[in-house]
């Protein structure tokens, strides 16, 4: 049988630069190069010749878990909003506990050996551990998933506080109760990093624990649990997860185990607003996105007015629903790494994890994770990209729809709350950050005058 496109003759990548030059009356193709802020340039398009071989899928799973937020105030109420997200269609809940809780109450009617839970926990409320041991490690029968985590991590503690909950020993002891090991490197993301550096310090966050506990001899069967925010530029964070997935089982390789790698997802709040609110749908679903077909195993939309008001039915529901969308409409759940073969997406993914390990090794030569804290080197490399962002947006150079670019003036708005900082007695700690927040303060005031 003839291939369907052996009577065209193929285009080299000089050609396509004449055309390109042609087409755009003189513009050169080196005009073109967008320099990121990740500290490499990405070409106006890309051929056959950037791939030096053919790249076999990353990952081979489709579908992911539909997750729903619940912050646990009281039990009752918690348990309520759970069976609504279940009712709605979610596949998944994460729980936020930041205090003690009647697990049995919270659970009330969950069946959660068959559904994802995330049990995202400080160490107030660590006697959940206890309490969820009946479901700890056990993988379900059906779909051959780990079902119950729980997320507590005492380095992110440690980075978000600028101090150890009791001590380094006593905290880094809670994970070895765990039959996973937890690693949220939302943090980094949301305090300005840019990917490269995320990556890396993500990577350093989890070879502490994997050094950690290979020390205490309790480094085998176990899942690695992380979780990443996703940003707006499309393709970059495409590439991000797939590159999170080459790094994690380089690193895992090294110390000769076989550990299952879980990413979780959620979108981002670095560019969320209060302005033109319902912008925040827009950049979530394309978040969404980029988190799916990077191949995340389960995702959280955080409803559009999460940062400035209490969610509501209607805003909770369009946050599940837009990942219904995805499914039931796109059909994103029907093939597994579709950006494998892409001559941009695997440059960038290659790329990505080659800077990344870059600055992972750097971090490790330095000390690693901890003694990079107690020396500030983490600290920096989050806030000089975090201002770098700052002023381009401030500048208009970096869009924020609603925001920087097309305001609705006449619109009445609610200027959200701005993360306090923390005082930090061990190390200067690392708090999420907002763009759009100085422009809501001065749409406020220049609306009461």
Known sequence: MQKLFSEFNPTTAQQWKEQLTKDLKGVDFNQLIWHTQNGFDVNPFYTADD????????????????????????????????????????????????????????????????????????????????????????????????????????????????????????????????????????????????????????????????????????????????????????????????????????????????????????????????????????????????????GCNSLNIFPYNFIYEKTNDFSERIARNQQHVLKEESYLNKMADVSAGSYYIETLTDTLAEKAWEQFKEIEKRGGFIACLKSNYIQDLISDNAKSTDEKIKSGEIALVGVNKFQNKNETIKVSQEMPSAPGSEIKAIRPIRFSLAFEKEFATAEKI
């Open 51 to 294: 791939i030096t071989n053919d790249k076999a899928p990353i990952f081979s799973h489709s579908d992911w878990d539909i997750c729903d937020h619940i912050m646990v105030d009281d039990e009752k109420s918690a348990n309520e909003k759970a069976l609504k997200a279940l009712q709605g269609g979610a596949s998944g809940l994460i729980f936020f506990i930041p205090k003690k809780v009647n697990t049995a109450l919270l659970l009330k009617d969950i069946s959660i050996e068959h559904i994802y839970t995330q049990f995202f926990i400080t160490f107030d409320a660590i006697s959940i551990i206890e309490d969820l041991k009946p479901y700890l490690g056990k993988v379900n029968p059906t779909d051959g998933k780990l079902k119950t985590v729980i997320h507590l991590d005492p380095l992110c503690w440690l980075v978000f506080n600028g101090k150890w909950n009791q001590s380094q020993a006593q905290d880094l002891a809670a994970i070895t109760n765990l039959p996973h090991i937890p690693v949220n490197g939302t943090l980094y993301q949301e305090s300005g990093a840019n990917t490269v550096n995320e990556l890396a310090i993500t990577l350093a966050h989890l070879n502490e624990y994997l050094n950690y506990l290979s020390e205490q001899q309790k480094l085998s069967n176990q899942t690695i649990h992380a979780l990443f925010s996703i940003g707006s530029d499309f393709f970059n964070e495409i590439a991000k997860l797939r590159a999170a997935k080459k790094l994690i089982d380089l690193l895992v390789s090294q110390y000769q185990v076989n550990l299952p790698l879980h990413i979780h997802a959620q979108t981002t709040q670095i560019n969320t607003s209060s302005l033109d609110a319902y912008n925040n749908m827009l950049r979530s679903t394309t978040e969404a996105m980029s988190a799916v077909l990077g």
